[in-house]
């Protein structure tokens, strides 16, 4: 509104409007500001959805990185483990799910505790079953894609935890609820 009161009155090169003039500029502001969201400026990028608001859900989240929020406390399987070697593998777990590599390194999906308990009991089971029978094929979340798109992948999967991938590599788990600490964090952090 400043630019268009001072446009006018050297225009205009009078001063005796000044107060109508800036009464006018400031309303029409105000009642532009009902029909349109942000400036003349700032309409593409918001229709884009590249312009984030400060204080928004999305901004938080848009300043979140998954390689800060990673786990990299758990203890990878191999999908032709047989359940007796698991077992052994489990003793030493501080988790309950368990990352499955095949022989090229690559994430195939993850063990949970959930999924392989029917088992444990059946010891005839043993040397049959190995954990690419039992595994969860979950999405997989890239290290550089948004927090957005890694919630959408929660989502979907009903998982709390994912397999985070950069390339072909295998980085860690990505927990929902850790996820969400960070989110809180952030947000306390923002409203100070």
Same mark, same amino acid.
């Given at each position: 509104?400043?630019?268009?009161?001072?446009l006018?009155?050297?225009?205009? /090169?009078?001063?005796s409007?000044?107060?109508?003039?800036?009464?006018?500029?400031?309303?029409?502001?105000?009642?532009s500001?009902?029909?349109?969201?942000?400036?003349?400026?700032?309409? =593409?990028?918001?229709?884009?959805?590249?312009?984030?608001?400060?204080?928004?859900?999305?901004?938080?989240?848009?300043h979140?990185?998954?390689?800060?929020?990673? =786990?990299?406390?758990?203890?990878?399987? /191999?999908e =032709?483990?047989?359940? /007796?070697? %698991?077992?052994?593998?489990?003793?030493?777990?501080? /988790?309950?799910?368990?990352?499955?590599?095949?022989?090229?390194?690559?994430?195939?999906?993850?063990?949970?505790? =959930?999924? $392989?308990?029917?088992?444990?009991?059946?010891r005839?089971?043993?040397?049959?079953?190995?954990?690419? #029978?039992?595994m969860?094929n979950?999405?997989?979340?890239?290290?550089?894609?948004?927090?957005?798109?890694?919630?959408?992948?929660?989502?979907? #999967?009903?998982?709390?935890?994912?397999?985070?991938?950069?390339?072909?590599?295998?980085?860690?788990?990505? #927990?929902?609820?850790?996820? %969400?600490?960070?989110?809180?964090?952030?947000?306390?952090?923002?409203? $100070?």
């Amino acid at each position: 509104p400043l630019t268009g009161i001072f446009l006018v009155m050297e225009v205009t /090169r009078g001063y005796s409007m000044i107060l109508p003039l800036m009464l006018t500029a400031s309303s029409a502001m105000v009642v532009s500001s009902f029909f349109e969201i942000g400036s003349v400026y700032t309409q =593409d990028l918001i229709k884009q959805g590249s312009l984030i608001k400060r204080g928004t859900d999305r901004y938080l989240l848009h300043h979140l990185n998954i390689g800060d929020i990673l =786990d990299k406390d758990f203890i990878t399987i /191999r999908e =032709d483990l047989l359940l /007796r070697n %698991f077992i052994e593998e489990f003793k030493k777990a501080r /988790r309950n799910y368990f990352p499955v590599l095949n022989k090229e390194n690559k994430c195939v999906g993850v063990v949970f505790l =959930d999924d $392989i308990r029917p088992h444990l009991f059946d010891r005839s089971l043993y040397d049959l079953v190995t954990m690419g #029978s039992v595994m969860r094929n979950l999405p997989l979340i890239s290290l550089n894609e948004p927090i957005s798109a890694a919630l959408d992948k929660f989502e979907t #999967s009903k998982a709390w935890s994912l397999p985070v991938v950069e390339g072909d590599q295998f980085l860690g788990m990505l #927990s929902k609820s850790t996820l %969400f600490d960070h989110y809180r964090r952030e947000l306390q952090i923002q409203s $100070i």
